[in-house]
């Protein structure tokens, strides 16, 4: 999915939550565990339950390589199930890969040929050749880690490094292997309070924000300081929506949670 349609279906449905598709079997309602795969029932039905409120959904491969390959082919149901019913929606495999070029070449063709996801999530150490072969894929997109939304990342990310924090340096530089049309950047919503500063390097490209929620982040602290002129922002959320309910009304409750989020950013792209 190309930059022009992400903007245009923000704008179309005032809205750029993404709902974080994180199962848990322990965590889900008792009844979904006697389906034939109770993790693509869960998340058809909460797919079914929020696409009107968003425009992106985001798997996290852990919650399906968790549980072996019975996990991965509920995963791949899951992507093919948003692109049979939902095909406007951007779907972001949170993978947070990164290899030896042609090592990274196949982990490009796995999820966006084999997975058919238009975005991964890339984590940056390897440097250039670790993240040049998922930018040569039309249409498809390479998510940085910029500066992640866990403690952890004041261990590395904020040292000092010629005058400035090392993820300014890194993105600054990750940036210039691509362009605002196939590399985005994540900064987490706890980090809120450093987002104008990653955003005087990269003014245009799109953020994706994982944190509202679950972790604390604040959704208009992050509006404040991150949204620019074609919205710029992807704010992901996995917990707070997907287990709002643990009973047997969990669709419906997380379509409230998905509605309510919603209703709060199209306020604030007005
Ligand atoms: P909740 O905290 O439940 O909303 O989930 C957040 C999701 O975003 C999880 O899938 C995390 O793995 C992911 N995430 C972060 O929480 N922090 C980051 O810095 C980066 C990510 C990510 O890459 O999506």
Same mark, same amino acid.
């Given at each position: 999915?190309?930059?022009?349609?992400?903007?245009?279906?923000?704008?179309?449905?005032?809205?750029?939550?993404?709902?974080?598709?994180?199962?848990?079997?322990?965590?889900?309602?008792?009844?979904?565990?006697? /389906?034939?795969?109770? *993790?693509?029932?869960?998340? %058809?039905?909460?797919?079914?339950? +929020?696409? $009107?409120?968003? &425009?992106?959904?985001?798997?996290?491969?852990?919650?399906?390589?968790?549980?072996?390959?019975?996990?991965?082919?509920?995963?791949?149901?899951?992507?093919?199930?948003?692109?049979?019913?939902?095909?406007?929606?951007?779907?972001?495999?949170?993978?947070?890969?990164?290899?030896?070029?042609?090592?990274?070449?196949?982990?490009?063709?796995?999820?966006?040929?084999?997975?058919?996801?238009?975005?991964?999530?890339?984590?940056?150490?390897?440097?250039?050749?670790?993240?040049?072969?998922?930018?040569?894929?039309?249409?498809?997109?390479?998510?940085?880690?910029?500066?992640?939304?866990?403690?952890?990342?004041?261990?590395?990310?904020?040292?000092?490094?010629?005058? /400035?924090?090392?993820? *300014?340096?890194?993105?600054? %530089?990750?940036?210039?292997?691509? +362009?605002? $049309?196939?590399? &985005?950047?994540?900064?987490?919503?706890?980090?809120?309070?450093?987002?104008?500063?990653?955003?005087?390097?990269?003014?245009?490209?799109?953020?994706?924000?994982?944190?509202?929620?679950?972790?604390?982040?604040?959704?208009?602290?992050?509006?404040?300081?991150?949204?620019?002129?074609?919205?710029?922002?992807?704010?992901?959320?996995?917990?707070?929506?997907?287990?709002?309910?643990?009973?047997?009304?969990?669709?419906?409750?997380?379509?409230?949670?998905?509605?309510?989020?919603?209703?709060?950013?199209?306020?604030?792209?007005?």
């Amino acid at each position: 999915m190309n930059r022009k349609k992400i903007i245009e279906q923000i704008r179309k449905k005032k809205t750029f939550l993404c709902v974080g598709l994180d199962p848990d079997v322990d965590k889900m309602p008792k009844f979904l565990l006697e /389906e034939e795969d109770p *993790i693509f029932e869960f998340n %058809k039905q909460i797919i079914d339950a +929020t696409a $009107e409120y968003c &425009m992106a959904y985001k798997p996290n491969n852990a919650f399906y390589e968790a549980y072996g390959i019975s996990g991965m082919t509920s995963l791949e149901k899951t992507i093919l199930y948003i692109k049979a019913n939902y095909p406007d929606h951007f779907v972001i495999a949170d993978a947070k890969r990164g290899d030896i070029g042609n090592t990274s070449h196949m982990y490009a063709k796995a999820f966006f040929n084999r997975l058919h996801a238009d975005a991964i999530t890339v984590a940056p150490y390897m440097g250039s050749d670790s993240i040049k072969p998922f930018l040569e894929f039309k249409d498809k997109w390479a998510i940085v880690l910029g500066l992640t939304s866990n403690e952890g990342s004041a261990d590395f990310q904020q040292l000092q490094i010629n005058g /400035e924090p090392l993820f *300014i340096n890194v993105i600054r %530089k990750c940036a210039s292997w691509g +362009t605002d $049309e196939n590399m &985005m950047f994540v900064v987490g919503a706890t980090k809120a309070d450093m987002i104008d500063d990653i955003r005087k390097v990269v003014p245009n490209h799109f953020l994706l924000v994982p944190g509202v929620g679950a972790q604390g982040g604040s959704l208009e602290e992050v509006c404040k300081n991150g949204l620019n002129k074609d919205i710029g922002l992807i704010v992901n959320i996995s917990r707070n929506i997907i287990f709002a309910s643990r009973d047997e009304d969990f669709a419906i409750q997380a379509g409230k949670e998905a509605k309510k989020i919603a209703e709060q950013m199209s306020e604030f792209i007005k």
